[in-house]
């Protein structure tokens, strides 16, 4: 899935609002006081929200209600064995070998919880890209998340249209891109992801002083907080006055039928930029 994304430019006054509770546990996080303007009338610098994390006790809890079960994803199923999911991969034939199987469709926290394990059928003799391989290449996982190597570190687009100028840039092309499963895209190490061409487009037309102006936080989110919204190609989940990255790939086949809010510009750039959400 699309992930992180660098932070927007302006923030408004910051308001308090309740989350929507979930089936795991998740260490709350705290909200920055009241951003004040600087003498010289600029924007103080955005607080970004934290990460969102498990206590220990979650992962205990999954681990020991699915240990030795099939559980599944989307499309993935994964076997749960010693606190791992391990991911049944999917080729010719495998279908009869699931047919039967008692599997369980969890969320995206039960995965988060749970940590990842080695495939139950990968090739034995199967050897990992050294960085030689790597660098200068466009990967793409199963779960559809898009990446350049560079500098033997593994860097996330965060949408398809950053992807798109990049490669054109590069004089590439869709087959140059190398699928790999999660276990290989988990060994490359992670480098700083990818600005969004649109993001940096947008900066432009701040700097230029076009006349798309900063509105106050409150009124930006309003009415929109928990919905999905709409910014030209890109999807975004609203918690707590925060855009959330959605990838729009996940997000057409999860909700064909849904039709995301449009934001206006003034909304886009006055809303903060916080974590990717999973959906």
């Known amino acids: 899935m699309f992930g992180l994304t660098s932070p927007s430019l302006a923030f408004a006054q910051e308001q308090e609002i309740p989350s929507d509770t979930s089936s795991l546990p998740s260490a709350s996080s705290s909200r920055p006081g009241p951003d004040k303007e600087a003498d010289s009338g600029e924007l103080p610098p955005p607080v970004m929200p934290k990460r969102k994390q498990y206590p220990a ?27 791992k999911r391990r991911e049944l991969l999917t080729d010719e034939g495998t279908e009869a070998k699931i047919k ?18 080695e495939p139950m059928n990968a090739p034995a003799n199967k050897k990992a890209l050294s ?18 190597v560079e500098k033997c570190a ?32 988990a060994r490359i190490a992670d480098g700083p992801p990818i600005l969004s061409s649109l993001d940096v487009e947008y900066k432009k037309l701040l700097d230029a002083d076009t006349g798309i102006d900063v509105i106050p936080l409150k009124e930006a989110c309003k009415g929109l907080n928990g919905k999905f919204v709409a910014y030209y190609s890109k999807i975004y989940k609203i918690e707590n006055c925060r855009k959330e990255p959605v990838d729009p790939l996940l997000f057409g086949k999860r909700f064909p039928s849904l039709a995301p809010v449009e934001l206006s510009s003034e909304q886009w750039i006055s809303i903060p930029t916080g974590k990717e959400f999973k959906i």
Do not use: M, W
């Open 57 to 83: 006790t979650a992962k205990i809890k999954q681990c020991a209600k699915y240990e030795g079960k099939y559980i599944s994803y989307y499309e993935t199923i994964y076997k749960v064995e010693k606190c």
């Open 100 to 117: 039967g199987l008692n599997i369980v469709s969890v969320d995206n926290d039960t995965i988060a919880v749970i940590p990842e394990g």
């Open 131 to 148: 960085c030689a391989q790597l660098n200068g290449q466009y990967l793409i996982s199963r779960g559809d998340e898009l990446y350049f």
């Open 154 to 185: 593994k860097r996330l687009f965060p949408d398809l249209d950053t992807y798109s100028e990049h490669a054109q840039k590069r004089g590439k092309r869709e087959k140059d891109i190398l699928e790999l499963d999660e276990v290989a895209i």
